[in-house]
C-alpha cells in the first residue's frame, strides 16, 4: 500500500506507516532524505493531510486500505477520534429525484440522500450522479458530472485533454496531450494524473482501455436496474481528530527521525509564527544538540508571552463530539502558573436559563470559576451567587485541553460529574458517551479509559469531601 502525506505530522506519520510496511508516494525532498527513503511517484492509495485548522487529518481511501491506517493510529496513538464518512467520494449512484429545495434537489440514493446543488429537477426522475462531499460534518452534495478514475488517468465528460500541474516538464506535458488526443474515448476526455509521467506509453494506453470498459459496464448496469443503485465504490473519507496527547505521542516518533522539541505539533498546530519559531529552534538543536534543553526552554517562554495575562479575557471553545463548536462564557485570568500552564477564570453569567445537570437557576450576579490545566482531560468549574455561596460544582470530562494564546479548546466527551453544595455527586450524559463508542468515533480502549478516569474522579471528590 502506498501512501502521500502532506502537513505538520508527515515526518512522524511517515515514520509510523513505514515501520508497518506501507510504502510513501510523492513525498518532498526533506522527508526522503529524514527518513531514507527513494523517490516514488506513483499514485498513491491513501492520501493523507492536515485538517484545515490542524489539529488532525484528513484521510481520502478505498475502504480496506483506510481500515488499516485507521487500525495503526488507534493502536498507536492515544484518544484519536474517528469521523467517517457516509458515502465514498466520487462514488456513482443511480438515485431517484425527491422534493426541491432552495439550493437544488434532494436525490434518494437508497440508504442516504444527497442534495444536486444548482439544480431543480421533478419529482421521480431517474438520473446518474456523482458524490462531489461525501458527507462529513456536511450534507452529501451531488453532481450530474460523472467521471472514471484510473491510478494515472481519470476519464472526464468532456472533449478535452488536461494534464496535472504537479507534471512540469515541457516535453511530457506534450507527450500526453498527443497520447491522450490519440487515444481518448468517443464522449470522453482524458485527466492525466501526476504518476502519468513517469509510466510507459503501452501502460497508458492500457489504463484509458480499462477505464473505457470500466465506464460501458457502469451505464450498461444503470440501464438495466432500477434507483436507487450505487453503480461504482469511491473512497472513504476520514477525519482524525489529534487531541493533546496523540499530538504529544507524535513528538516522541518524530524525534526518532529528527531533533523534535517536546510539543512540536501542538505548537506548529497554533499558527505559522510558533511553526517558524519551532523550525529555527530545531534547526539549532540538530547542529549543537547539547543546547537542547537551553533551546527548548526559550521556545516555551517565547510562546508563553503571547499568552494572556491575568486581567485578560480567554475565550471558551468546546467542541461536541458531533463537531459542533461552542463558545460558552468567556473568562477574566485571576491566576495564572507556568508548569504546569494552569489558568483560574472568572466568569461572570446572566440570570436566565440554568446551570446544565446541576438543574440550579442562573441568577442575577452569579459567577463561576474555571480551573483549566494544559494536557487535563476534565474542567472544573465551581459556580457561585452573588453573595458568594456556592451553587455547585460541574466538571466538564474531554480530551486533553489545549490552552492556546486566545482560546481554551477541547473536545467534550458528552460524559460530566456534577456535585450539589449538599455533597451529592452524579455523573450524567454516559448515553452520549456510549452513542460515540457505537458509531465508531471513540475507541474501545478509549472508551474503558473515559469511564474509569470519571470513577477515579469521583472518588477524589468524595475524598475531598471526607477529607
Same mark, same amino acid.
Given at each position: 500500500?502506498?501512501?502521500? $502525506?502532506?502537513?505538520?505530522? &508527515? ?10 510496511? !506501507?510504502?510513501?508516494?510523492? &513525498? ?34 478505498? @475502504? %480496506?486500505?483506510?481500515?488499516? !491506517? %485507521? ?92 494534464? *496535472?500541474?504537479? $507534471?512540469? @516538464? ?15 474515448? /468517443? ?19 492500457? #489504463?484509458? /482501455? ?5 465506464? #460501458? ?5 444503470? #440501464? ?21 496527547? &496523540? ?23 497554533? @499558527? *505559522?509564527? !510558533? ?73 461572570? !453569567? ?16 452569579? +459567577? ?7 494536557? &487535563? ?23 486533553? %485541553? ?7 479548546? +477541547? ?14 455527586? /452524579? ?9 460515540? +463508542? ?11 479509559? $473515559? ?17
Amino acid at each position: 500500500m502506498k501512501a502521500r $502525506i502532506r502537513g505538520i505530522y &508527515s515526518t512522524a506519520l511517515t515514520k509510523l506507516l513505514l515501520d508497518y510496511g !506501507f510504502q510513501i508516494t510523492q &513525498s518532498t525532498q526533506i522527508i526522503r532524505n529524514r527518513l531514507n527513503i527513494d523517490l516514488d511517484t506513483d499514485t498513491p492509495d491513501i492520501d493523507i493531510k492536515d485538517a484545515s485548522d490542524k489539529q488532525g487529518l484528513i484521510v481520502e481511501a478505498r @475502504n %480496506i486500505v483506510l481500515d488499516a !491506517f %485507521i487500525n495503526i493510529i488507534t493502536e498507536e496513538l492515544p484518544n484519536p477520534l474517528i469521523y467517517l464518512s457516509k458515502v465514498t467520494t466520487n462514488a456513482i449512484y443511480k438515485g431517484t429525484t425527491e422534493q426541491r429545495t432552495s439550493h437544488g434537489t434532494i436525490i434518494n440514493l437508497g440508504e442516504y440522500k444527497g442534495i444536486l446543488l444548482g439544480e431543480k429537477l421533478k419529482e421521480g426522475e431517474e438520473l446518474l450522479v456523482r458524490v462531489v462531499n461525501p458527507g462529513l460534518g456536511r450534507d452529501i452534495t451531488l453532481t450530474t458530472n460523472i467521471t472514471i478514475p484510473g491510478k494515472y488517468a481519470v476519464l472526464i465528460p468532456e472533449n478535452s485533454i488536461k494534464i *496535472s500541474k504537479k $507534471i512540469r @516538464n515541457p516535453e511530457t506535458r506534450q507527450m500526453l496531450f498527443v497520447l491522450g488526443k490519440a487515444i481518448k474515448p /468517443k464522449n470522453w476526455g482524458i485527466l492525466w494524473r501526476t504518476a502519468a509521467a513517469t509510466r510507459e506509453t503501452k501502460e497508458l494506453i492500457e #489504463e484509458v /482501455k480499462k477505464l473505457e470498459g470500466k465506464a #460501458e459496464e457502469i451505464f450498461k448496469k444503470a #440501464e438495466k436496474e432500477r434507483a436507487p443503485l450505487l453503480l461504482y465504490e469511491g473512497e472513504r473519507i476520514a477525519h482524525i481528530k489529534i487531541p493533546y496527547d &496523540s499530538k504529544r505521542k507524535l513528538d516522541e516518533i518524530r524525534s526518532e527521525v529528527t531533533p523534535t522539541i517536546p510539543d512540536h505539533h501542538f505548537y506548529k498546530s497554533l @499558527n *505559522s509564527e !510558533f511553526a517558524l519559531v519551532v523550525d529555527l529552534a530545531e534547526k539549532i538543536i540538530s547542529r549543537r544538540p547539547e543546547l537542547k534543553e537551553e533551546v527548548t526552554e526559550q521556545v516555551k517562554e517565547t510562546v508563553l508571552q503571547k499568552y494572556p495575562k491575568i486581567g485578560e479575557l480567554v475565550e471558551i471553545e468546546h467542541i461536541k463530539l458531533d463537531g459542533k463548536r461552542l463558545h460558552l462564557t468567556p473568562g477574566k485570568v485571576i491566576e495564572k502558573t507556568t508548569n504546569p500552564l494552569t489558568l483560574k477564570l472568572l466568569r461572570k !453569567f446572566r440570570g436566565r436559563g440554568a446551570y446544565d445537570a446541576l438543574d440550579v437557576p442562573i441568577e442575577e450576579g452569579d +459567577y463561576g470559576i474555571t480551573e483549566i490545566t494544559q494536557g &487535563s482531560w476534565y474542567m472544573k468549574t465551581s459556580y457561585y451567587n452573588k453573595e458568594r455561596e456556592l451553587k455547585g460544582e460541574y466538571y466538564n470530562i474531554s480530551t486533553g %485541553i489545549e490552552i492556546h494564546p486566545q482560546k481554551v479548546t +477541547y473536545i467534550d466527551l458528552a460524559i460530566d460529574v456534577v456535585k450539589w453544595p449538599n455533597n451529592d455527586i /452524579k455523573v450524567v450524559d454516559k448515553e452520549e458517551l456510549e452513542e460515540a +463508542y457505537k458509531k465508531g468515533i471513540i475507541t474501545k480502549k478509549y472508551y474503558k479509559e $473515559i469511564l474509569k478516569n470519571v470513577e477515579t474522579l469521583e472518588e477524589k471528590i468524595k475524598a475531598n469531601i471526607e477529607g
